[in-house]
């Protein structure tokens, strides 16, 4: 019983802080653009957050978030972010389990590697439209993620204060 | 006390009758105050003064405190005042730029009296860096269908509806790459398509392709929807020729458009919920 008390409000906590920083993305970064591009923090909680919680998690809170996106912003398919974010999840697990372990430098890796996933599919969609745009994509897939970049810290914060007040006694 | 009063008392009593009376006869003859009253005038006179210099700086710091009181009340009331005015002010204008873009819409209409508007107010420009895109506050409670037009009040095209809920809808604007629109030169006539081109998305233009291989084009060009197909209303103003350039092969022409409508600034569309094709 107390192993379920202790998921409920670790997740509970994930849920309210990812609920506050999507209130984040849409009521302030939504409006700032760096290097004239916003930035767009979802790939970085799917990221971060299975760094820390791993591979099963990370992919079930990617496949929700990516859901939601879906639902929220329009896209080029409308499974573009369901699908992706999942994977997103699983490969930064994989990654800080079994390369870099979990930490600051890790949070950024997995954070780049997110937006290598996302973006990739973005372009590859382009690119099925007839819209190969290599350089143009290629330009603002860079900026999107070092503008995004400027946000891991407070993420990484945030998700491992979380992590370790639920895993004190690991 | 009492033997002095006896031994002494009727000479006192008379040198204070004299002292009366020589004060009386001086004060009678003289044209200034009696001697003693003018000494008396003279030790009392630096205690009045100083006395009414007391009194005098009570005073000022009283009314000082009453009028600075008064004057914060005051201009509590002024700054309301002027709040309430700005904020009269503001909805003058906006109430005068809402006329305007009426005013223009009515010329639109009396222009294409087939059409039949919806009036909306974007609530989200684009949430992607991957696609434009314009969320508006009406959707299907208003009658609003996928592929309606979005213009401005002077008939500029903003895009075309893409998704439609109960009430909101989302827009792909002119620049999105899913966007696709049938266009005319309006100088020469000649027939091209009018796409989103990711390259051009971020400089705010997007592609006139297809165009006719003799097709002849001038900076500054005027081009719009041609409406063939019945899909979308001819003649709503796409953009105008930015720039003339050859495709990768160097085979064909297309051209750089700037949208006529400017899309960051744009806070209120018409939608075209219906219009006649056969015009």
Partial sequence: ?170 | MKDFLKRHGLWVLFAAAVIAVTVSVLSYFSNTSSPLANITGVITSPFRTAYTAVAGWFGDKQNYYEDNKALKKENAALKKQIAEMESQVRQAQTDSDENTRLRELLNLQEKNPDYQYETASITEHSSSNWTSSLTLNCGTNRDIAVNDCVITESGYLVGIVSQVGMNWCTVLTVLDTDTSLGAQVFRTGAIGLAQGDFNLMSEGTLKLGYLPARCSLLNGDLVVTSGLGGYYPAGLVIGSVDEVKMDDAGSTQYAVLKPSADLDSLKEVFIIKSFDSAN
Avoid at chain 1, 19 to 39: D, E, K, N, R, S
């Fill in chain 1, 1 to 170: 019983m107390i192993g379920r008390s202790e998921t409920f409000i670790r997740w509970a906590l994930f849920g309210a802080v990812t609920l506050l920083l999507l209130l984040l993305q849409g009521f302030v970064l939504q409006f700032v653009t760096i290097w004239g591009v916003m930035p767009f923090l979802y790939p970085v909680l799917v990221a971060v957050l299975a760094m820390w919680e791993g591979s099963v998690p990370g992919a079930v809170y990617g496949l929700v978030l990516g859901l939601l996106c879906d639902l929220t912003l329009p896209g080029p398919i409308p499974c573009l972010y369901t699908l992706i974010f999942p994977l997103v999840g699983l490969f930064a697990a994989v990654l800080s389990k079994s390369w870099l372990p979990a930490g600051f430098w890790c949070s950024l890796v997995v954070s780049v590697l997110a937006f290598v996933l996302t973006d990739a599919a973005h372009v590859v969609l382009l690119a099925a439209r007839g819209h190969a745009a290599w350089s143009a994509a290629a330009l603002t897939a860079g900026k999107e993620t070092l503008a995004t970049l400027l946000f891991v810290p407070v993420v990484y914060l945030v998700f491992r204060s979380i992590h370790r007040l639920c895993h004190r006694d690991d």
